[in-house]
Structures are given as structure tokens and as C-alpha cells.
């Protein structure tokens, strides 16, 4: 399996503030399984990734705050959101996502030099066009790739969050601490 591609500038790395994650391709591989009995409300079903969500924690014990700003509405992004603690989970069903991270930003006081998301398709576009660190899923689309400045080595769903969050902290010099931290709290 190809490993990641480019490289986090120390310093931009250290001022991240706010990481903003997409869901469908990103925290999933994009796939939904939509399920129904006759005369019954369908049900999705998304499937996230287990080491993802350490990731996202781990993030914010470094003291970076992680959002979810999908493009589609469903209860199990809704679930899984409240399941890791993520108070800024925002689902538009048009797919506009700008005013959603600016309004973020402005509310703390933060610029889009403090800011860092990973993507995969187009909706994507406009924020990774203006944050200090615009990553892609292995799996993302063309567009996307081009404005990237790092590309995780696995697509969205495998562990691909879990990878980039390993790759900040590591390059804010804080990932082998948070490590022993961990362990050191469950010995
Ligand atoms: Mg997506």
C-alpha cells in the first residue's frame, strides 16, 4: 500500500487550530447501505473507522478542535459525531460548506491559516482552497488533489484520518507524548 504523499511545514502544523472533516469518502469509503421492509422507514448505514476516532481524539488533546461539515444529512454521521464528542457537526443538504467553516472561524476569533481539512470531492473545494492545510484522501477526486498540500497513503474509511492526525501531531512534535500519555493513563 502506498504511503502518504507531501509534506506538513512544522509551522503551519503548529498554528492548526481547527481541523474540519468531511464524512462520506473521508470518514467512510463513501459507500451507504440504504435497507428497507415494505412499508417501513429505510434505514442508512455508514461504516466508520474504529482508528479514526482515536485519531480525532488525540487530536484534541492536543488542543485542536475537529468538526464535521458533511454534504448530506444521516443519522448514523449524527451518531458517530456524538459518540467522539464533536459538538460542531453540520450537515447541509445543498453542500454548502464555506459559510459553515467561516461561521466557525469567526465565532473563535480564528483565521483560515489556523485552519486544516481533509477531503474528497468537490464540495470540498472551497475550503481546501483556503485552509493553511488542505489534505486529500488517497481516494479523492482529481480537483481535489490538485489543491492538496499532503494526500493520505489510504482512502477514506481505511484509517485515512486516523494517518493525517498521526502526521500533524508528528510534525507539531506532539504524537509521541500524546502516545505515552495514553498508555500511562491505562497502566
Ligand atoms: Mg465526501
Redesign the pocket.
Known amino acids: 500500500m502506498p504511503g502518504p504523499s507531501g509534506d506538513i511545514d512544522p509551522q503551519v502544523a503548529g498554528r492548526i487550530r481547527l481541523v474540519v472533516l ?5 470518514l467512510t469509503d ?1 459507500g451507504v447501505y440504504v435497507g428497507a421492509r415494505p412499508g417501513q422507514d429505510a434505514i442508512e448505514l455508514k461504516r466508520f473507522d474504529i482508528q479514526d476516532g482515536l485519531g480525532i481524539k488525540m487530536l484534541r488533546w492536543a488542543g485542536i478542535e475537529v468538526a464535521i461539515v ?2 448530506r444529512v444521516s443519522e448514523a454521521t449524527s451518531w458517530r459525531a456524538a459518540e467522539l464528542g464533536i459538538d460542531e457537526c453540520h450537515q447541509d443538504p445543498g453542500a454548502r460548506k464555506l459559510p459553515i467553516v467561516q461561521k466557525m472561524l469567526d465565532d473563535r476569533g480564528l483565521g483560515w491559516d489556523e485552519a486544516a481539512m481533509v ?3 468537490l ?2 473545494l472551497p475550503i481546501l482552497e483556503r485552509v493553511a492545510l488542505p489534505v486529500a484522501v488517497s481516494n479523492a477526486v482529481p480537483e481535489v488533489h490538485a489543491v492538496s498540500r499532503w494526500t493520505t497513503g489510504v482512502p ?1 474509511g481505511r484509517g485515512a484520518v486516523r494517518e493525517f492526525a498521526r502526521a500533524l501531531l508528528t510534525a507539531r512534535g506532539e504524537w509521541d507524548r500524546l502516545v505515552r500519555q495514553y498508555c500511562d493513563d491505562r497502566s
Open positions: 468531511d464524512v462520506d469518502g473521508v463513501g458533511s454534504g477531503g474528497d470531492d464540495a470540498d477514506g
